[in-house]
């Protein structure tokens, strides 16, 4: 079922759908990551990429909840942050395309909100 975006702001980004898919810089089109379409309640990230473009995105929707500061770290399942609480596969950032990146994270599942620094 399609969700109703809310707030969708994307700054040198593109994603590969409405809200979700791969994540690919404007600047040099580099995919940097993948955004899993139905395990999110709200996303922020920012990042520089190794073009040198810094991009962001936030993202989120009419029916989100507000959720919960958290402070435990997204287990790595496949290469992709999932939600340690539930295991939901959230977001893929390779990290090899980007130099660096800041997200805020929300489970759609359990409300948690994860933070992630490189
Ligand atoms: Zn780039
Ligand atoms: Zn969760």
Do not use: H
């Amino acid at each position: 079922m399609a969700r109703a975006v809310k707030d969708k702001e994307l700054v040198n980004t593109r994603l590969a759908s409405n809200y979700g898919g791969w994540v690919y810089c404007d600047s040099c089109n580099e995919n940097i990551g993948y955004l899993c379409y139905s395990t999110y309640d709200r996303l922020e990230l920012k990042y520089k990429c190794n073009c040198g473009s810094i991009g962001s995105i936030l993202l989120d929707f009419e029916d989100s909840k507000t959720g919960q500061d958290c402070s435990d770290e997204l287990v790595i399942i496949k290469n992709r942050f999932c939600c340690p609480n539930d295991n939901e596969p959230l977001i893929t950032i390779l990290d090899k395309k980007v130099a660096n990146y800041e997200m805020k994270i929300t489970c759609k599942s359990c409300g948690a909100i994860y933070k992630k620094v490189k």
